[in-house]
């Protein structure tokens, strides 16, 4: 009996008969996936792109209604003896917005608002801290809100915040010699006369509108420890906002 014929009733398959891929074969097989997923990368990637920025768009929208809705907005007994009309806050808020002191500082965000139960100070929905055992939708909902840093309501939301938080600094639009709109001095409202004159008190400001861009700055941190000993310091030195937005309020 022959070496073959042995093997073949022993069950032993010659290597050279043997099933598989040669290594030629599985370099073959790995270009063509290669080519394959080159060709899915370029038809979806930039579907996959558009997806993002669409999510980041209504993001940023959110972000411009919240404030757009509470810089005219008097939240409680406190705010309307303070400003009298919605458009003095806005005015007070936008001037001092850049200006150095943290305590007046625009902070937007979301937080996780109570559906039964509303602060006395403002009216506003109170926040829930704790949602174990909770259903959104039916125990509380996520709220945007609009508020100084320095806002005693501010420190009782920051338990209840969910998702980042956005600093906004505010500057006046004013026109230049061209007549285009360009950011005035931060810090301060002025008179469109010639020359421009700041003014301090709303009474004083000759126009209807004050038309401001808003910069929107992502905070790193969302957390009490970090809004009562980091934030002060780093208010001041932000100066590359996520995004920004030319805006108006009316009288």
């Known amino acids: 009996m022959n070496l073959t014929a042995y093997n073949s009733r022993r069950g032993i398959i010659p290597q050279s008969i043997r099933g598989g891929f040669s ?67 806005a005015y007070d808020y936008i001037k001092e917005s850049s200006r150095s002191n943290p305590a007046n500082a625009i902070l937007v965000y979301k937080y996780r608002a109570s559906l039964s139960t509303n602060r006395s100070s403002d009216g506003t929905p109170a926040p829930v801290n704790n949602v174990d055992g909770l259903s959104p939708g039916e125990d509380y909902v996520v709220r945007n809100m609009m508020r100084r840093k320095g806002d005693p309501e501010f420190a009782i939301d920051v ?25 005035g001095t931060a810090g301060q409202i002025v008179n469109a006369d010639e020359p421009a004159t700041a003014v301090d008190n709303p009474d004083n400001y000759n126009h209807a509108v004050v038309a401001f861009v808003a910069d929107f700055y992502s905070l790193p941190s969302r957390g009490a420890t970090f809004f009562s000993s980091q934030f002060d310091q780093l208010f001041p030195n932000l100066s590359r906002p996520a995004f920004s937005r030319n805006l108006a309020v009316r009288r």
Do not use: H, W
């Not at 996936?33 to 996959?48: E, T």
């Not at 809705?69 to 303070?82: A, D, I, K, P």
């Not at 906004?168 to 709109?181: F, P, R, S, W």
């Open 23 to 89: 290594l030629i074969e599985t370099v073959i097989a790995i270009g063509v996936v290669a080519v394959l997923l080159s060709g899915f990368l370029i038809v979806f990637a930039p579907a996959a792109k558009g997806i993002k920025d669409s999510i980041n768009s209504k993001a940023a929208t959110r972000l411009v209604n919240t404030l757009e809705q509470e810089l005219v907005s008097l939240r409680g007994q406190n705010q309307v003896t303070t400003f009298g009309t919605g458009f003095d806050k």
């Open 159 to 183: 338990a209840a915040i969910e998702g980042p938080v956005y600093v906004v600094k505010c500057t006046q639009l004013i026109l230049d010699n061209a007549g285009e709109m360009r950011p």
